[in-house]
């Protein structure tokens, strides 16, 4: 679903719709539906299917232009904002007629509804998340750097790190 739902929404913005564009969907979909697996209905992983094509898709064609960071796999449109999607929709779609185990009194065994659970483990794991990738940005600067020099990437990347050609255009 949030593939072709990507997919749809290049066309209707873009005139097209891309093999990338329906891939990165299919990789949302996937994402956005993990926590909710085994907790929602048919109908409700098919709403988290048509949201997971559209908020990643905004976050990816938008949000990044916005804030211009450098995400050239789309990774944190996909995976940070998707990942937080689908943990918002498991609190608000999660049913015991799929789980039997929701019924176990959550309110009973910590205090309050599924859905404030789940924010705070988004809490925590964007925490950890930021904390850890700091860390290891800051490791890998200091080591080898982070980005190549304009030169290097003029040059071509599978050249200056690999030391051969990715594909040979000569032939």
Request: one cysteine or more.
């Amino acid at each position: 679903v949030a593939a072709f739902t990507w997919a749809a929404l290049e066309w209707i913005l873009r005139k097209h719709a891309s093999v990338l564009g329906f891939c990165s969907g299919a990789v949302a979909g996937l994402v956005v539906i993990t926590p909710a697996t085994g907790f929602v209905t048919a109908g409700g992983a098919v709403l988290i299917g048509v949201l997971a094509g559209v908020i990643p898709f905004l976050a990816v064609v938008y949000l990044k232009s916005k804030l211009g960071y450098d995400d050239a796999l789309d990774t944190f449109g996909v995976h940070a904002v998707g990942g937080t999607l689908g943990a918002i929709m498991t609190g608000i779609l999660a049913t015991i007629d799929v789980n039997a185990n929701l019924a176990i009194n959550l309110k009973e065994v910590v205090g309050k509804t599924l859905l404030n659970e789940q924010f705070k483990a988004i809490g925590v794991t964007l925490a950890l998340s930021i904390v850890a990738t700091v860390i290891i940005a800051y490791a890998v600067k200091a080591i080898i750097g982070l980005r190549p020099t304009e030169e290097e990437e003029a040059r071509g990347l599978d050249i200056t790190d690999h030391g051969e050609e990715g594909y040979n255009y000569n032939s």
